[in-house]
């Protein structure tokens, strides 16, 4: 590789770090001021103008707490495993395409940092890494509340990640590649979500259950385990698990636009710097989605949890590679 | 081909980077006062009756096993599926038949209550799991 | 912790590698245990083995300091037993010294409590509905009972002058009498309610998961609920027709046409519905007692036992005397003994006085709903999963402030 390929990845892994970074800080005022907002409440407004500063007030809270280390723990790998759930969930960011290419400096500049033709089982292979972190930072508290949020969690994961996996392969098979960016090319005239609408429904309950979002955040379901994996967690090491989590809920979010929604395919002919606006748009939508769903609904119960996955989703998403496959035969 | 992974590596050093300066400005800022009361294991307020790393039923040994033979079954449908377009109707029939022979395995442990977390049969099934297990 | 492990039977230990049961202790520091309760739990994996609930952490020896204090002076710690309903507290107190008195307050003054009663009972069961919903994971529901709540609020402030302690209830009568500015504000809230009640509903009644954390759990069958002395809705869910405010009659509740909602299997989906249910017949109450307001006094007329009009202590020596006597002194009730029990949010809850012919009690014993509640959660939860528990918990709706007195 030469020096100026050297710069441009430097560079644009820095830009999409920040940029993640950012999106996940201002994510947890977004779903503070929305929740508030079908609450009935008013959120925060105190820090900054309509509490815009909030998170970087909580920024500073948090890194200026102590770490309150557990005399039992297991110290080591207390200490290490935010860091383990935090980094898989921003790695995953540097195979997600943000749009398709813009021209700079007079060259063209490829919005993904790489594009390689795995993304898709990197992607997994990173959110199943994530929950080593959860499970780890649950058993090393030697805490009951903290275990058993870990071991929920990893219970959980490993039975939502098979439908998640499943529900993408009709994806894989219209396009028949991994390729994130492949992906979305294939979806340049009708989105995915025309062909796989079961797929994708599959995949959003499954990814939600995977990031332990409502109604599926057992692991950190409070009146039971008061803080779940958490729970002796304090100051910049909680924050990274919070920052992990917020990560992940975009990350599937923007897994859910690109390989159902259409990406940044524009319906209309639009300039090429537009497709990063618009893959946010769809992004945001699916956020605010998610946001709402947790607004709206009860938490299952932990039978009830494993149960769904088993005997709904999993027969559902082999029924629907099923059903893609024979179609895709038949009109062959 | 391999330097498309560079920029993943490229991340990995910003992310434990980032990771790495913030927990050590976390460390220069944040205070270090701690006490026997402080560093107890939190157990609502009062002091936790055993230990957390007892052997526990947790149904979980059962779960692990299907998990790894679908999580199998995934990882073989995955090639499938990205050459299926390529592929000739017979090999539609033989990820058929793969899918079939794990579906009639699903079944029998669904009717075999290993699904099952909360009936007598269920625990049953459970419960002799952790036996094998240990 | 000797003492828990005395407490707990020694699981048997078999040879070979088995898994073992531990014991976690739900509370005092718990955000579902709505207070400071603390459950010790016997667990098996995520599955109860065996509850024992350990109260006494709010305990503030009620029953002693109401030998000290007279009659009056003992109200405002009423106000503290069951915190989230006020004014039944205060009121059912009252009319248990009224019956050891025995005399009876105006009927204007029965009127003005039974509102205020009834608008206690919605608060009240908001609030247990909202922190249950919050417990099995609705957060929404919370904060919209909240908002109703604080309408509430605003309304005690009114008609009482506190939003939350309001030590209304005076001995043979109210502290203060009902205008129309206060009316007109409770017709509002009227209006405005119902509606609410319906959004409740629309957000959990149906709601599948909701469903399936409340049905066919936690049940309490008529004769468990009757053998293990649950009353007010958590025993009327179970389908046992007891409501003390048609089975003795107190207050105004004689002159109301209400319903008394049963449950069918008395699972925590029915104790739901029946609380739904309860807080839409309080309303019906509410309107039926502002429509028939009797005119007349707010508080009966003897000078031994209610405060004379203050201007009147200006000119009148006697006035002077009997106000001086009673605030100094009390109001003095005859030897004897009394049982009084009126239907709180709760249950039924009972004040036991002995008098000894001063003004103070010579003993005061308070039957708490709460606690009998608590006492009962351990037959619905044992064998069920750690989940169960908050949503049983939930909806037994505990107050410690009353379960420890």
Not at chain 3, 159 to 186: C, H, N, Q, Y
């Amino acid at each position: 590789m030469s020096l100026d390929l050297w710069i441009e990845v430097i560079l644009k892994c820095v830009v999409v770090f920040f940029i993640v970074l950012t999106i996940v800080a201002y994510l947890v005022l977004v779903e503070r001021k929305v929740l508030a907002a079908m609450q009935s409440r008013v959120g925060p407004n105190r820090v900054g103008p309509q509490g815009l500063l909030q998170p970087a007030a909580d920024a500073v809270k948090l890194m200026t707490k102590e770490t309150v280390v557990p005399e039992e723990a297991d110290r080591n790998l207390f200490l290490m495993a935010p860091v383990v759930s935090l980094v898989p969930a921003l790695l995953a960011y540097s195979v997600i395409p943000l749009g398709s290419h813009i021209n700079l400096f007079g060259r063209e500049i490829q919005l993904h940092v790489t594009d390689i033709n795995v993304a898709l089982l990197f992607i997994l292979a990173m959110s199943s890494i994530g929950v080593y972190g959860i499970f780890l930072g649950g058993w090393s508290s030697n805490n009951k509340y903290a275990l058993m949020g870990g071991i929920r969690s990893s219970a959980q994961m490993i039975s939502y990640e098979l439908s998640m996996g499943m529900s993408v392969i009709g994806v894989i098979m219209l396009a028949g590649s991994f390729s994130l960016v492949d992906i979305v090319n294939a979806q340049s005239s009708i989105p995915f979500v025309v062909y796989q609408p079961v797929g994708f429904v599959l995949f959003w309950i499954a990814a939600m259950a995977e990031i332990n979002r409502t109604p599926f955040d057992l692991p950190e379901a409070e009146p039971e385990l008061v803080a779940g994996y958490h729970t002796e967690y304090s100051g910049m090491r909680f924050a990274m698990y919070f920052l992990g989590e917020y990560a992940n809920l975009v990350t599937v979010c923007t897994i859910g636009a690109l390989l159902f929604l259409g990406g940044w395919h524009v319906p209309w002919p639009a300039p090429t710097w537009m497709s990063p606006l618009w893959l946010a748009l769809k992004v945001a939508a699916l956020i605010f989605f998610a946001i709402w769903t947790r607004g709206t609904l009860p938490r299952f119960r932990f039978d009830q949890l494993m149960a769904f996955g088993w005997k709904v989703l999993l027969p559902v998403a082999l029924l629907n590679i099923f059903v893609t496959a024979l179609v895709m035969v038949l009109v062959d | 081909m391999q330097e498309q992974y560079l920029p993943i590596l490229v991340m990995l050093i910003i992310a434990t980077g980032f990771a790495a300066v913030a927990l050590t400005i976390s460390w220069l800022l944040g205070p270090s006062r701690p006490d026997a009361n402080k560093n107890e294991t939190y157990e609502c307020g009062v002091s936790p009756v055993g230990d957390a790393r007892e052997r526990f039923s947790v149904r979980f040994y059962v779960v692990a096993m299907l998990f790894i033979v679908f999580d199998l079954e995934t990882v073989f449908m995955f090639p499938w599926a990205v050459v299926f377009k390529q592929l000739p109707t017979f090999y539609f029939l033989q990820m058929l038949i793969f899918l079939v022979i794990l579906t009639v395995g699903l079944v029998y442990e669904w009717r075999m209550g290993a699904l099952d977390w909360n009936t007598s049969r269920g625990k049953m099934i459970w419960r002799s799991g952790h036996d094998k297990a240990a | 912790m000797t003492e828990v492990r005395t407490m707990l039977e020694p699981v048997p230990s078999e040879p070979g590698l088995r898994t073992k049961t531990y014991t976690l202790n739900m509370g005092p520091q718990h955000p579902s245990t709505h207070g400071v309760l603390r459950l010790l739990l016997e667990l098996d994996g995520e599955e109860i083995i065996k509850c024992i609930p350990d109260m006494g952490y709010l305990h503030r020896a009620m029953e002693k300091l109401a030998e000290n204090k007279t009659f009056h002076q003992f109200t405002p710690y009423t106000d503290r037993l069951d915190y989230l309903s006020p004014f039944h507290n205060n009121t059912t107190y009252m009319l248990t010294v009224e019956k050891l008195i025995g005399i009876e307050a105006p009927k204007r003054a029965q009127y003005i409590r039974t509102v205020g009663c009834e608008l206690a009972r919605i608060s009240s069961h908001l609030l247990g509905l909202g922190t249950w919903a919050l417990d099995v994971g609705a957060m929404t529901v919370f904060f919209l009972t909240f908002r109703e709540r604080e309408v509430i609020y605003n309304l005690f402030e009114m008609l009482t002058g506190a939003r939350m302690m309001t030590s209304f209830a005076r001995v043979g009568g109210v502290a203060a009498d009902i205008d129309s500015k206060i009316e007109t504000a409770i017709r509002n809230f009227l209006a405005y309610m119902p509606d609410k009640i319906d959004d409740y509903e629309d957000l959990l009644t149906h709601n599948r998961i909701w469903l399936g954390r409340t049905k066919g759990i936690g049940i309490f069958s008529a004769e468990q609920a009757t053998a293990l002395s649950l009353t007010g809705p958590n025993l009327r869910a179970s389908g046992v027709n007891w409501d003390l405010r048609v089975q003795t009659p107190y207050m105004a509740y004689e002159d109301f046409d209400f319903d008394v909602p049963l449950g069918e299997t008395g699972d925590i989906y029915d104790r739901y519905t029946v609380r739904i249910e309860e807080m839409r017949q309080s309303l019906r109450i509410i309107r039926q007692a502002l429509d028939g307001m009797p005119e007349g006094p707010y508080q009966i007329d003897d000078p031994k036992i209610t405060l004379p009009k203050k201007e009147d202590t200006y000119g009148s020596m006697e006035e002077l005397i009997h106000h001086f006597k009673i605030v100094c002194e009390g109001v003095a009730a005859p030897p004897g003994e009394v049982y009084f029990a009126a239907e709180n949010p709760k249950g039924e809850l009972g004040f036991y006085i002995v008098g000894d012919g001063t003004s103070h009690a010579y003993r005061l014993h308070i039957r708490s709903p709460s606690f009998i509640s608590i006492g009962a959660l351990p037959t619905i939860v044992e064998g069920r999963m750690l989940s169960d528990v908050v949503a049983a918990l939930g909806s037994v709706d505990i107050v410690l402030g009353e379960c420890d007195r």
